[in-house]
C-alpha cells in the first residue's frame, strides 16, 4: 500500500488543502450521530468559518477556475483529448463558478452569524472549554434526535457547500494534471528545480507503506526539496542515511 505526502507551493493552494480536510472530517463523522462525532463535526465547521472569514475564499476559487477553464480549452485544440470528458469536467467548472457567483453574501456568514454556533465558538478557545457544564445549550443540542441536528446543519452548510465543491474540483484536476515518476533519493534527501513558467502548485510523494519513512518537504515556485526521515520512538525524527525509493508527481494544472 502507498502512503503519498502533499505539499503545497502556494498560499491559495495551502488554504485549499486545509479547508479540504475540514470539510473531509465533516464528511466523515456527519453520518455517524453519535454526539462525541458531532463535536467534532461542530469544532470543523468553526474552523472552516473561521478560514474563510480570514480571506478572499470566493475570489481566489473563481480565479482559480477561470484559469482551470483557460486550460482545459487549450487543451480541447489538441490530438487525442477526449471530448465527452473535457466537456463533463468544462461544465462541472461552469457550474461550480455558477454556485460561488450567486452566493448571497459572504461566505461561511450563515455559521458566522449564528448566536449558538458564536457561543460555542467563544468556549471552544478554552481547553476543555465546552463540557456540558459551561455549555449546557451544546450539550442538549448534541442529545438531540440526529434529523433534528441534521435540519440546523445543513442551514449552516448552505453557503459552504458550493466551496467544498469548487475546491475538490480545482484539487482533483491539479493532482490529475501530473504523471508520476520513480525516483531515488540518495541518502534519504533529493531536490529539484521547477519551471517557474508554468509554475507547479503541489508536490506530491508517495512511499509504500512498509518503508517506515515519511518526508520533510520544503519550497516555493521554483525549486523543492525533500529529505526522508525516520521517526523514532524517543527523541526527533532523523534523515534516512539510505537511498529511499518514491514516488514524486509535481502537479501544475
Known amino acids: 500500500m502507498q502512503v503519498t505526502f502533499e505539499h503545497p507551493l502556494n498560499e491559495r493552494v495551502r488554504t485549499f488543502l486545509r479547508l479540504e480536510h475540514l470539510f473531509g472530517k465533516v464528511a466523515h463523522f456527519m453520518p455517524q ?19 474563510t472569514s480570514r480571506a478572499d475564499i470566493r475570489g481566489e476559487l ?12 487549450h487543451y480541447a485544440r489538441q490530438p487525442g483529448v477526449d471530448p465527452k470528458a473535457l466537456s ?7 457550474k461550480a463558478q455558477s454556485r460561488l457567483l450567486h452566493l448571497n453574501g459572504p461566505i461561511g456568514q450563515t455559521a458566522r452569524e ?11 478557545s478554552i481547553p476543555g472549554g465546552t463540557c456540558s457544564f459551561d455549555l449546557p445549550s451544546f450539550h442538549f443540542w448534541l442529545m438531540l434526535p440526529p434529523e433534528r441536528r441534521d435540519e440546523r446543519f445543513s442551514r449552516w452548510m448552505q453557503d459552504l457547500d458550493p466551496v467544498n465543491e469548487a ?3 480545482a484539487l482533483m484536476l491539479a493532482r490529475g494534471s501530473a504523471r508520476p515518476r520513480r525516483l531515488v533519493a540518495e541518502a534519504g534527501f533529493f531536490q529539484e528545480a521547477l519551471d517557474i ?4 502548485q503541489l508536490v506530491r510523494v508517495s512511499l509504500n507503506g512498509g518503508q517506515s519513512l515519511f518526508p520533510e518537504i520544503s519550497g516555493h515556485k521554483s525549486r523543492f526539496s525533500i529529505r526522508f526521515m525516520s521517526p523514532e520512538v524517543n527523541g526527533r525524527a532523523a534523515q534516512s542515511r539510505d537511498d529511499v525509493d518514491f514516488v514524486l508527481a509535481c502537479c501544475a494544472f
Open 197 to 200: 513558467q508554468s509554475p507547479a
Open 88 to 94: 463533463q469536467v468544462q461544465a462541472d467548472l461552469a
Open 167 to 169: 475546491i475538490a474540483l
Open 33 to 51: 450521530e453519535d454526539p462525541w462525532a458531532m463535536r467534532v463535526v461542530v469544532e470543523s465547521l468553526l474552523d472552516i468559518v473561521s478560514i
Open 114 to 124: 449564528d448566536e449558538f454556533l458564536k457561543s460555542v465558538a467563544q468556549r471552544n
Open 62 to 73: 473563481l480565479k482559480e477556475l477561470d484559469r482551470n477553464a483557460a486550460t482545459l480549452a
